[in-house]
């Protein structure tokens, strides 16, 4: 048995399906469950539009749903009049939230399930039509979660037992199609497991059923040694370890949900990273093992639009409690802090949420000095064993000498440097890093990216 998850690019048309269909298909002996993400951007314009409605902008949302399934039908098909249907539910609900004027985390939950509710019926129906032996199942009735909707964490033992006594029967029989990225609690309240989700979906799902294969089908070719969206000069990682894969993920590699790896960790599964628009391609292989190459590095990974704070003490100066104290602020408005630097009265970190950061400023005021500074990126090199290579934090920065390094962390888990650089130089430093880095990638590790 295989799990074979699709990405909102993999099931964005007909064509696109349509593809999809035909790559499961020469996988069929395989057992595949296939996981599927919403159609394309469907996800992001469910939120926007109820943004709308919550707003009070009723009209707006309700045309923007009508676009919406007209995208829909158009791409996807009317399932029976399922599809439809669904949309009218939808509909209602949109026009609740219109009336009610508030959005809850359980209502963004009720309402962006609904792309992968979709999605996962026009894909089963898709296959169909493709003359395989597919049946749906709502991804509902087996991933149990916590509470915390749009974050919600999944109850493993419950999960697991409802994956291998219910769903792994059905998958040694037909092609299993279902949604990634919701679940249920308990009560049976439909959850999400945040953006990004269905990746971790094809994770709990291959884990559950004791799959041989995770493959995440997406966009390219599988973990660049550089975000195409920065660079678009990456080659393709061929193999590659599940902790550094996680840091990867972790610190913006988007290509993968940071927490992809830890049920496939767990039962020892590889994932592979590959591409639907060019199955042919190996992709990427995560492993188990350290994956030694002559390179330092595995990958560079990203993340933009972080907010740097810096907290530099007034009153408490060198006593006991104050990184405690500061962390609790942050706590107490439950924004998380990615990276970290300290010396003796000052603390610097990155968030990358500002909802809260006013507060967050007025309650550390109370005794220490903050500035913040906005627009920030930061740049995460990971390779594993990276500590016990002489030399490495000196190349790093000099080949990006005239580039102003605000901050900079390593040590804490042997497998990155990371430090954080002004938006605007971002660009300009990843290319120095990886001309640096990966000019000449190891031929076991990585494949070189042909010259354009
Ligand atoms: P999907 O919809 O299939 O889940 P995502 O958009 O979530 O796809 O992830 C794929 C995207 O991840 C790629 O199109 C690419 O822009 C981005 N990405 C960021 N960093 C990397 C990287 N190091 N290697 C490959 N892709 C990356
Ligand atoms: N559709 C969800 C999102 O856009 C989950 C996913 O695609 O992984 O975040
Ligand atoms: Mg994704």
């Not at 996800?43 to 749903?65: E, F, K, M, P, Y």
């Not at 676009?67 to 599809?83: K, S």
């Not at 996962?120 to 915390?148: K, P, Q, W």
């Not at 493993?156 to 299993?176: G, H, M, N």
């Amino acid at each position: 048995m295989i799990v074979m998850k699709f990405g909102g690019s993999s099931v964005e048309s007909r064509v696109a399906i349509d593809r999809v269909a035909t790559i499961v298909a020469a996988r069929a002996g395989r057992h595949p469950i296939v996981v599927v993400s919403a159609m394309g951007k469907t996800t992001n314009r469910l939120l926007a539009l109820a943004d709308h409605a919550v707003r009070g902008d009723r009209d707006r949302a309700l045309t923007a749903l009508k676009e919406l399934e007209q995208f829909t039908i158009e791409e996807g098909g009317a399932v029976g009049g399922a599809v439809p249907a669904l949309f009218q539910e939808l509909a209602e609900l949109v026009k609740g939230l219109a009336v009610l004027g508030e959005l809850t985390p359980r209502s963004i939950d009720a309402i962006s399930a609904f792309g992968e509710r979709i999605s996962s019926l026009i894909v089963a129906e898709a296959f169909r039509r493709n003359g395989l032996d597919a049946v749906h199942a709502d991804s509902r009735e087996y991933i149990v979660t916590d509470e915390r909707h749009t974050q919600a964490a999944p109850l493993y033992p419950e999960t697991y037992d409802r994956l291998k006594t219910k769903l792994a029967p059905i998958a040694s029989r037909q092609i299993v199609v279902m949604g990634g990225f919701i679940g249920s609690t308990r009560a049976g309240v439909t959850t999400t497991l945040g953006r990004g989700g269905s990746d971790f979906s094809a994770s709990i799902i291959g884990a559950g059923v004791d799959a041989e294969e995770i493959q995440i089908w997406t966009d390219v070719d599988g973990m660049l040694t550089c975000d195409p969206r920065i660079l678009p000069v990456g080659h393709r990682v061929r193999v590659i370890s599940f902790s550094e894969a996680a840091e990867l993920a972790y610190f913006g590699a988007k290509v993968l949900h940071p927490s992809t790896v830890l049920p496939a960790i767990d039962k020892n599964i590889p994932v592979l990273i590959l591409n639907s628009r060019r199955p042919e391609v190996e992709g990427t292989r995560i492993v188990s093992q350290a994956v030694p190459a002559k390179n330092v590095f595995k990958s560079i990974a990203c993340k933009l639009n972080i907010t740097l704070v810096h907290i530099k003490s007034t009153r408490m100066l060198m006593a006991h409690g104050y990184l405690r104290r500061i962390f609790e602020v942050f706590d107490r408005y439950q924004t998380s802090v990615d990276l970290l630097a300290t010396s003796e009265i000052s603390v610097s970190l990155t968030v990358d949420t500002t909802q809260y950061i006013d507060k967050i400023i007025q309650d550390l005021s109370e005794y220490a000095e903050v500035t913040v500074e906005e627009g920030s990126a930061i740049i995460c090199l990971v390779g594993e064993n990276i500590g016990m290579t002489p030399g490495i934090a000196g190349r790093v920065f000099a080949s990006i000498k005239d580039v102003n390094v605000r901050m900079i962390s390593q040590g804490a888990s042997n497998l990155n440097l990371s430090f954080v650089v002004d938006g605007g130089d971002l660009r300009k430093a990843v290319a120095a890093l990886h001309d640096e880095f990966f000019s000449d990638p190891d031929a076991q590790v990585f494949e070189r990216k042909p010259a354009a």
